[in-house]
């Protein structure tokens, strides 16, 4: 505290500890790194001009919460410890629990994406898709409408990666990393449209050497796979295949089923399976892969259409 230098956080709170000073340093140099859509972008219209691997998977709180498995937090206590545990390792006293008490819905939180806690052969297969894929999408603080209570939990998260990085032999600096929310900022900002009609933009087939007219053929992975392809066929996208059902438990076969089909991108959305599928698509397959999660959701129970123009980021979906 004597060095004099004050980091105001939230509410002009003043920050003296400085063991929780370095914290908020090293989550900010974190930020800094984080690459943005229109710098993404391009680089999986390259990929799919070259036919190359290519794959984006973002993390959200249970891919954390499963990545910190006995590597960050100890399994031997009840998920809802693992808050206090945080707080610890922030030296914030005051991160608190999350909007109503998060902590306690962490375990679901997993569970949802397709983890029976514990599981640390998931955490392996999620730890290998990280060390592997080309971009990272990470938690930022950038959560137009989130709570106070939110964006301090989302730090805690922010260290929690830092410190699983570090287990993992990983320097970011060599990482491209995302805003987790990139599968929407895909969307919204009219790329994923580009990427899905490259023949539609003179200046894309002018730039990447697309024929006019050219549109990649799309495999659709992931339990609403079906139904998404009812929603985009109509609207001239080339589906050329649906797999489903996908969870952690048919992982193999999933692959089998990916390697069997002739694709130029996949959109995978299927919980934390879906950032393995995404590794290994653009690993083994040299296809483009992309972690599509949640958007398979609001394309098909809310959009139902492509207009990008219209579309919001549902942020209160995330962390």
């Known amino acids: 505290g004597s060095s004099g230098i004050k980091i105001r956080s939230g509410k002009n709170e003043v920050i003296l500890d400085p063991k929780r000073l370095d914290r908020v340093q090293e989550r900010q140099?974190?930020?800094?790194?984080?690459?943005?859509?229109?710098?993404?972008?391009?680089?999986?219209?390259r990929a799919l001009r070259d036919k190359r691997g290519f794959s984006v998977i973002r993390l959200g709180d249970a891919e954390i919460l499963t990545l910190a498995q006995d590597?960050?937090?100890?399994?031997?206590?009840?998920?809802?410890?693992?808050?206090?545990?945080?707080?610890?390792?922030?030296?914030d006293p005051a991160l608190g629990k999350g909007d109503?008490?998060?902590?306690v819905r962490w375990r679901d939180m997993?569970?949802?994406?397709?983890?029976?806690?514990?599981?640390?052969?998931?955490?392996?297969?999620?730890a290998q898709a990280v060390k592997t894929a080309d971009v990272v999408g990470i938690p930022v603080r950038n959560r137009p409408g989130r709570s106070r209570a939110h964006l301090k939990i989302l730090e805690g998260f922010q260290t929690v990666l830092l410190e699983i990085f570090k287990t993992l032999n990983l320097s970011y600096s060599n990482m491209q990393l995302a805003d987790s929310a990139l599968h929407y900022l895909l969307f919204s900002t009219g790329w994923l449209?580009?990427?899905?009609?490259?023949?539609?933009?003179?200046?894309?087939c002018q730039a990447y050497f697309f024929s006019p007219g050219y549109k990649p053929e799309v495999l659709l992975v992931g339990n609403r796979?079906?139904?998404?392809?009812?929603?985009?066929?109509?609207?001239?996208?080339?589906i050329c295949g649906v797999i489903k059902p996908v969870d952690m438990g048919n992982i193999n076969e999933t692959?089998?089923?990916?390697?069997?089909?002739?694709?130029?991108?996949?959109?995978?959305?299927?919980?934390?399976?879906?950032?393995i599928l995404c590794s290994y698509t653009a690993?083994?397959?040299?296809?483009?892969?992309?972690?599509?999660g949640h958007l398979f959701d609001l394309l098909i129970d809310d959009y139902r259409h492509l207009k990008f123009q219209i579309a919001h980021i549902p942020y209160e979906w995330m962390l």
């Open 29 to 45: 140099q974190l930020e800094a790194t984080v690459r943005s859509v229109d710098e993404i972008a391009p680089q999986i219209l």
């Open 225 to 238: 796979a079906g139904e998404l392809a009812d929603v985009l066929v109509p609207h001239g996208i080339r």
């Open 110 to 126: 997993m569970y949802m994406s397709g983890i029976h806690y514990p599981d640390l052969d998931a955490r392996d297969l999620l």
């Open 255 to 275: 692959m089998t089923a990916i390697s069997n089909h002739s694709f130029d991108i996949a959109l995978i959305g299927a919980g934390i399976a879906a950032k």
């Open 100 to 103: 109503n008490n998060e902590v």
């Open 71 to 91: 590597t960050v937090f100890t399994t031997r206590v009840n998920v809802p410890v693992w808050g206090d545990l945080m707080a610890e390792l922030c030296h």
């Open 283 to 292: 690993t083994r397959m040299n296809r483009v892969a992309i972690d599509a």
């Open 193 to 204: 449209h580009k990427i899905l009609f490259p023949g539609d933009y003179p200046q894309i």
